[in-house]
């Protein structure tokens, strides 16, 4: 926190960047495996994001793609014991945000790790497969069904738990803003890397980003709390003296 909040501090606007040759935008990754330890601070990082944005950027309405889209990997950890009026005030920017042209994606392993008031904003929907050995995990394998929209050419329900490696259940958004009926589909596998990079290799594209001056160096100011012990101990070392 003293150097994610510290000085540099950091642009949220930097998250928009375009390449001048190609004009494509960047993918931008937040490592948070040390943050994943104390999911408070997680999602406290998390809320900051999400306000961060909310405040920086103008109200553009519902634009043909979004300007900037999140990825929230183990979504469980933001909701997972956290105080009620902490998970409300995220469900109150998740329904407000996509009005500033943003776009969210939670990624968990079911979907009731997410609320039914966030679900319910959520307008694509990828699934892979579940799997049912007792009778609550039926429960969720069933909430899952039930959240898709019914396809008369399979059972929803039987398929989610028989979903081969790559295959899901997806459901897009159609442009009247309801939910396209469920489909079985194949999903793309990347064309990249599947594994771990290296020390080295991370370390070579961090130094190449045109950001990295401008957060590598740590800005260390002297707080108000330094500047008043400083004060104390010359009084005190001035009454000594006396």
């Known amino acids: 926190a003293d150097i994610f909040f510290g000085k540099p501090s950091f642009e949220i606007r930097d998250f928009i960047r375009f390449d001048n040759e190609t004009g494509y935008g960047y993918i931008n990754i937040l490592d948070a495996q040390d943050l994943f330890k104390s999911p408070t601070s997680y999602v406290i990082m998390i809320l900051w994001l999400l306000n961060s944005l909310y405040d920086t950027m103008p109200e553009v309405g519902d634009l043909d793609k979004p300007k900037l889209i999140f990825f929230f990997d183990e979504a469980h950890l933001i909701f997972k014991e956290m105080p009620k009026v902490v998970v409300d005030h995220i469900i109150q920017v998740v329904k407000l945000i996509r009005s500033k042209g943003?776009?969210?994606?939670?990624?968990?392993?079911?979907?009731?790790?997410?609320?039914?008031?966030?679900?319910?904003?959520?307008?694509?929907?990828?699934?892979?497969?579940?799997?049912?050995?007792?009778?609550?995990?039926?429960?969720?394998?069933?909430?899952?069904a039930d959240s898709y929209r019914d396809n008369p050419k399979f059972d929803t329900f039987e398929t989610i738990k028989s979903l081969k490696t790559g295959e899901a259940l997806v459901s897009f958004q159609e442009e009247d803003g309801s939910p396209s009926m469920v489909e079985k589909v194949t999903i793309l596998p990347p064309q990249s890397l599947m594994g771990t990079i290296t020390d080295d290799e991370r370390k070579n594209v961090i130094i190449n980003s045109n950001l990295y001056m401008k957060y590598e160096e740590k800005i260390n100011e002297r707080s108000a709390y330094e500047i008043n012990e400083e004060e104390n101990r010359v009084l005190e070392e001035k009454k000594k003296m006396e």
């Open 102 to 144: 943003i776009g969210l994606y939670f990624i968990s392993q079911t979907p009731s790790d997410i609320p039914d008031e966030i679900l319910g904003q959520l307008g694509n929907r990828v699934q892979h497969v579940l799997r049912s050995y007792t009778k609550s995990d039926e429960k969720i394998v069933k909430a899952a």
